[in-house]
C-alpha cells in the first residue's frame, strides 16, 4: 500500500519528521513535486538532517525516489549525496528519467523577476532556486529533462534551442547582462558531466515502471509531499505560491502511479499547530509581522506590541527560521477554514464552524481569489493554555499522557476536520512523537 504525506498549509509542517517516523515500515520514499526549494528536517538520536532533494527516507536507509513532477538541479543532488555519505548514510537515490533539469540560468531568472516585482511590491518571495523558471520550461515545452542529460548531442541541440531565448529574456526584457550560467558550451560540459555521473550509479529509472514493479514485489511506498496545499500552484493563493502540485493528486501525476493507487492507500495532511509562512502572500492570522514578506509590513514594529512579542516568542520557541534560506518565517494562528480547503483538496471529508467573517458574512473556507483572502479579519477561537511538561515522558507513555487542554485542541482539530490524528509530535526527534495508529497497519 502507499501512504501520502502532504503538508496541509503553507510548508514546513514538519513533513520530513513524519516520514521519518513512519519510514520504518516503507521501503521506497518517492517525492512528487518540487524540487531543493524544499528543507525536510529528520532528527534522529539528537543528530538533525536537513534535506532538500534525497528523500526524507534515506536517514533509514531507505530507496528514494525524484518522481517525474520534480525538478532537479543536480548540482545540489549530488552536493546533498556527498554530503549525506560524508554523515555516515548511504543514500540510494533513483531519479525520474522525465523529470526537468533545473540549469544555472532558471535561478537567475528567479531572482530578476522577484527583482522586477519588488519595484510594485509584488514579489513572491521564492527560495531563488529556480523553480518557477523549470516548470516554465517544462510547461513551454522547451525544458530539458533528466534523460537528456544521457544523451549529450540531443543535450548540445536542446540548449542551444533554449539558451539564446533565456538569455534574450535577461537582456533585452529585463535589461540584465547575462554571464556564464547563460552559456551554452559551459553548461553543456557540466550538465554531461552529471549525466555520466547519473549513468554510472545507475541512478535513472521510469519512475512509474519502477514503483509499480516494486509495489508488484511487495514493497511498501510512501509519497513525499514538499511545500504546502496552500502554496500549491492550483489550490493555493496564487500567485504566492510555488509552481508545482503539493496536493494529494500531485502524487499520481508526479509518479506514474494512477489516483487509484495513492486514493487506495492512506493520504496523511500534515498539520502545524500554529501557522508559519515563508515569503510574501496574505495571512489573515498572523501575528506581528516580518518585514520584506508581510504585506504593507514595512517598518520595524508595525504591529501591535502584544502580538510582536508573542510572534517573535513563537518565533524563537519554535525555531521558526527557513530551513533552505534561513529567512525569520511569519507566524500566526492556525487557520481552520484553511485546512478545511486542505481536507477536501486532498481527499479528506471535514467541516469548519471556525470561521471568517469578511465585510458582514460568515465564510467557512478559503475563498478562491487571493484578494478575499488578504481582506479576510479571522474571528478567534481560544483554548486553554497547558503548562509545559516533561514531553519526553509524555512520548513514552501515549496519548493520554498528553495534557488535557492540548488534548481538547487536537480533539478539536479531528472533529472540525472529520479526521483521526495519527500522530502527534511533541519535539522534531523521532521519539519525540506520540503515535496513536500506524497508517502503514490500517
Ligand atoms: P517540513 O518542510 O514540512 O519537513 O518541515 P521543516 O523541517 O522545514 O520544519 C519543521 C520544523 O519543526 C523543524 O525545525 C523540525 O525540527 C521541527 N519539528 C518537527 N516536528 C516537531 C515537533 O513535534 N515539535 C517541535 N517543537 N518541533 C518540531
Ligand atoms: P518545504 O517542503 C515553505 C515558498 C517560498 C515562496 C513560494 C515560492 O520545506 O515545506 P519557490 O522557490 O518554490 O518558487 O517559492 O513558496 N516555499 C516554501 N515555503 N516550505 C517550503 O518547502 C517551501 N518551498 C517554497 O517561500 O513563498
Ligand atoms: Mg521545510
Same mark, same amino acid.
Given at each position: 500500500m502507499t501512504v501520502t504525506i502532504v503538508g496541509?498549509?503553507? $510548508?514546513? !509542517?514538519?513533513k520530513g519528521g513524519i516520514v521519518d517516523l513512519w519510514g520504518d515500515a516503507a521501503d521506497v520514499v518517492a517525492r512528487y513535486q518540487g524540487g531543493d526549494n524544499a528543507g525536510h528536517t529528520v532528527v534522529e538520536d539528537g543528530t538533525e538532517y536537513k534535506l532538500s532533494l534525497v528523500p526524507s527516507g534515506a536517514v533509514r536507509g531507505k530507496v528514494g525516489v525524484l518522481g517525474n513532477g520534480c525538478v532537479v538541479n543536480p548540482a545540489t543532488l549530488f552536493e546533498e549525496i556527498d554530503d549525506l555519505q560524508e554523515r555516515g548514510l548511504d543514500p540510494d537515490v533513483r531519479v525520474a528519467r522525465r523529470a526537468h533539469v533545473i540549469f544555472p540560468y532558471h535561478r537567475v531568472l528567479d531572482g530578476i523577476e522577484e527583482e522586477a516585482k519588488s519595484e510594485s511590491d509584488s514579489e513572491v518571495g521564492t527560495t531563488g532556486r529556480g523553480i518557477g523558471p523549470t516548470y516554465e520550461d517544462k510547461a513551454g515545452r522547451r525544458g530539458i529533462r533528466v534523460a537528456d542529460l544521457l544523451d549529450p548531442d540531443g543535450l548540445r541541440e536542446k540548449l542551444e534551442y533554449a539558451v539564446p531565448q533565456k538569455r534574450a529574456l535577461a537582456e533585452d526584457v529585463f535589461g540584465v547582462e547575462t554571464g556564464e550560467e547563460f552559456d551554452v558550451a559551459s553548461l553543456y560540459e557540466e550538465y554531461r558531466r552529471y549525466g555520466e555521473r547519473l549513468q554510472y550509479e545507475n541512478m535513472t529509472v521510469n519512475a512509474g515502471e519502477f514503483l509499480a514493479d516494486r509495489m508488484a514485489g511487495g514493497d511498501e511506498v510512501m509519497f513525499e509531499g514538499a511545500q504546502g496545499t496552500i502554496i500549491d500552484?492550483?489550490? $493555493?493563493?496564487y500567485p504566492y505560491v510555488t509552481s508545482s502540485n503539493p496536493t494529494a493528486g500531485g502524487a499520481a501525476t508526479g509518479t506514474g502511479l494512477s489516483p487509484g493507487v495513492v486514493g487506495g492507500g492512506e493520504i496523511v495532511g500534515i498539520v502545524k499547530a500554529y501557522l508559519t509562512r515563508v515569503g510574501s502572500g496574505p495571512m489573515p492570522t498572523e501575528l506581528g509581522g516580518v518585514v520584506g514578506d508581510t504585506p504593507g509590513y514595512d517598518e520595524q514594529g508595525a504591529g501591535d506590541e502584544e502580538s510582536e512579542e508573542l510572534a517573535t516568542y513563537i518565533r524563537e520557541e519554535g525555531g521558526e527560521y527557513g530551513t533552505v534560506t534561513g529567512r525569520p518565517r511569519r507566524v500566526g494562528w492556525l487557520d481552520m477554514p484553511m485546512l478545511r480547503h486542505s481536507t477536501r483538496t486532498n481527499g479528506f471529508t471535514g467541516l469548519a464552524v471556525h470561521s471568517y467573517a469578511l465585510a458582514g458574512e460568515e465564510i467557512d473556507a478559503m475563498p478562491s481569489t487571493t484578494e478575499r483572502w488578504a481582506d479576510c479579519e479571522p474571528n478567534f477561537r481560544s483554548f486553554d493554555g497547558w503548562e509545559d511538561v516533561d514531553w519526553n515522558e509524555v512520548a513514552d507513555e501515549g496519548y493520554d499522557a498528553i495534557p488535557e487542554n492540548a488534548r481538547a485542541y487536537l480533539e478539536y482539530l479531528s472533529d472540525e476536520l472529520d479526521t483521526d490524528v495519527y500522530a502527534v509530535g511533541? $519535539?522534531? $526527534?523521532? !521519539?519525540q512523537s506520540v503515535v496513536v495508529e500506524n497508517p502503514f497497519e490500517n
Open positions: 496541509s498549509q503553507l $510548508g514546513d !509542517e514538519g500552484i492550483d489550490h $493555493g493563493n511533541v $519535539g522534531p $526527534g523521532r !521519539e
